[in-house]
Each structure stands twice: as C-alpha cells, then as structure tokens.
C-alpha cells in the first residue's frame, strides 16, 4: 500500500512553532533543506498522515502566507508546554500528534506505529536512551486540565504532568522496528544539527 492509498489517521497534528532559536540565531522553522522550508516539509509530511494538521505560533503572518492553518497560544510565554497546551486544547480529534517545528526527518512509520498503540492511553511517547521525546509524541484531550495545572504552577517541564496521566513510554527495542536511526527525533537547534539533518535528508531515507 502506498503513502497516497493509506487512509488518515483520525487524528489531529500539531508544530510547535512558538520558540525562540536561541543557539541557531535566526527562525529554524524557516531554513530550507532543498529550497523547501522546515516547516513546510513538516507540514506536508503530516498532512498527508493526519486529519487535520496546525501550527501553534504567536507571530502567524509568514505561516499563513504559506497556507498553513495558525493558531496562537492560549497562554503565551510558557515555553513549549504552553504550545502543547494549546495543541492539546485546539485539536479537533481526541488526540493530537505533537511536533517541533525543526524535525523534518519525521519517518511516518514511526508515526503510525506510536498512533496504533494510542488506545485508552492519555500519552503515547517514545523514549531514547531513557529520556521521552515530548514533540513526538500523541497527546489526548484528558491532558488538558493536568497541563494547564502545571502551567499555573509555573512548572513548565514538558513531562512533570505525566505523573497524573496514563502515559505509554515507547522503548526502543519497540520504535526502532519503525525508525532504525532515530530520524525523526533530530532537530535543529544548532548550525552542526542542521548540516546532519540535511546531509540525511539527501539521502532519501525510507518514508
């Protein structure tokens, strides 16, 4: 079956666009990879993955101009946890995927396989050499009041509401069978991190 034939995931998917690209020094969402921004590559990979897919930005206009659907934070300035708060909140469907704005190695295999294990769990995260990757993850409307809680508690670290959430962690041994390399977790936030991600980019990685 090919990418066109696979139906949607019912779903939606979110890219946290919302940080400020302190180490890279100008918008990461923005840098191209064959003359196609970041953002869109992302966008396009969801898009043809999710039922609806949005970026959470306070600044819109470049986003829009794109054709991409913005909304803004619910609660600006709380770093990335008021982003997923507001994906979790905007989202059409019970959950959300949830994506950094700088990942355009994700590997949809890897997005289907954390997607089928979604069930009656709040979070479905996986987890590299024992740390979650939260902006790749799949998070459901229950999270909501538990995020919020921790936003007005100023606690902004991304997995401190999962101790009152039913969190599946996704080893390794189980999310390399969809991403060998880890692809879809590079981000970047540096200039270094940038050349890795297009030097594999250029290699035509298995979709």
């Given amino acids: 079956m090919n990418a066109e034939s696979t139906p949607r995931l019912p779903f939606s998917a979110a890219i946290l666009a919302g940080g400020r690209s302190r180490r890279m020094g100008r918008d990461k969402s923005m840098m191209e990879i064959g003359g196609i921004p970041i953002i869109r590559r992302i966008a396009d990979t969801l898009g043809g993955m999710f039922a609806e897919v949005f970026v959470v930005a306070n600044e819109k206009d470049e986003y829009e101009r794109m054709g991409l659907a913005v909304v803004g934070d619910i609660h600006p300035g709380n770093d990335s946890l008021g982003g997923l708060h507001t994906a979790v909140v905007r989202a059409g469907c019970s959950h959300v995927f949830v994506a950094g704005c700088d990942m355009p190695l994700l590997r949809p295999a890897l997005i289907r396989g954390l997607a089928s294990l979604v069930e009656d769990w709040d979070v479905v995260i996986p987890v590299k050499d024992d740390y979650p990757e939260p902006l790749c993850a799949l998070y459901g409307k229950n999270c ?37 390399e880890g692809a879809s977790f590079l981000n970047a936030n540096t200039p270094e991190e940038f050349e890795k991600i297009k030097t594999i980019s250029m290699r035509g990685e298995p979709k």
């Avoid at 921790?150 to 080893?171: C, D, Q, Y």
């Fill in 144 to 180: 909501a009041p538990h995020i919020e809680e921790s936003i007005s508690r100023g606690r902004l670290k991304m997995i401190g509401f999962h101790e009152h959430a039913r969190v599946r962690r996704v080893e390794e041994a189980v999310w390399r069978e969809w991403d060998a």
